[in-house]
C-alpha cells in the first residue's frame, strides 16, 4: 500500500499496479498470470510472421514472437524469437493478467468497495482495474480517462476512483 501522505504531494494520481497490492492485500491475494520469455536465434525466418500462437495442451508455450516481422521495412537476414510461458504469478513475480476466476470476483468487490472510499487516485489498466483487456482497448480507455480528469480539472469535479467500473 502507498503511505498515507502520498496524496499531499499530487495533485491526483492514476495507480496501474495490481489493485490488492495497493491495499496491501487487505482482503488476500487476486490471482493473475504472468509470463516468462526464453530467447532463442536462428538463420533466416523462423515462422514468417510476428505472432504465433498455440493453444494446444501439450505445447508449453503460449506463442512465438518473431520481431524482425514487427518492422518489415528493416530488412534482417537471421532472426531472433520469443517463446512466451505463462504460468500462475506470486508476490514475488510481475503479474501480466487478471485471472478472474469465481472466488476472485468476490474479492474484487470488496477492493472495489474500499477502493471507492479512496481520495485523489484512480485505478486504471488491466492491473488497476482487474480486468483483462487488449491493447487497443487500453490505449481507448486511457483516452477516455484523461479525458474524463481534463474534464474534471477544467469543471472543479472529482474524478472518479473507478472510471470504468471494474465488477462489470
Same mark, same amino acid.
Given at each position: ?104 470476483? =468476490?474479492?474484487?468487490?470488496? #477492493?472495489? %468497495?474500499?477502493? +471507492? ?5 484512480? !485505478? @486504471?489498466?488491466? =492491473?488497476?482495474?482487474?480486468? #483483462?483487456? %487488449?491493447?487497443? +482497448? ?5 483516452? !477516455? @480517462? ?23
Amino acid at each position: 500500500m502507498l503511505p498515507d501522505n502520498h496524496l499531499k504531494e499530487y495533485y491526483h494520481s492514476f495507480y496501474s499496479g495490481p489493485l490488492d497490492a495497493y491495499f496491501d492485500y487487505r482482503f488476500g491475494e487476486l490471482g493473475y498470470r504472468s509470463l516468462r520469455f526464453e530467447e532463442h536465434s536462428y538463420e533466416g525466418d523462423y515462422q514468417g510472421c510476428a505472432v504465433m500462437n498455440y493453444c494446444d495442451a501439450d505445447v508449453p508455450y503460449t506463442r512465438i514472437t518473431e520481431h524482425k516481422y514487427f518492422s518489415p521495412w528493416e530488412s534482417h537476414g537471421d532472426t531472433i524469437v520469443y517463446h512466451e510461458y505463462s504460468f500462475a504469478s506470486s508476490r514475488t513475480d510481475i503479474p501480466f493478467y487478471p485471472v478472474r476466476l469465481v472466488g476472485d470476483k =468476490l474479492l474484487l468487490k470488496e #477492493y472495489v %468497495d474500499l477502493g +471507492k472510499e479512496v481520495e485523489g487516485v484512480t !485505478f @486504471v489498466g488491466r =492491473l488497476g482495474t482487474y480486468r #483483462y483487456l %487488449d491493447m487497443d +482497448k487500453t490505449i481507448d480507455e486511457a483516452l !477516455f @480517462v484523461t479525458a474524463q480528469f481534463l474534464g474534471c480539472v477544467r469543471g472543479g469535479a472529482r474524478m472518479k476512483v473507478f472510471p470504468v467500473s471494474p465488477c462489470g
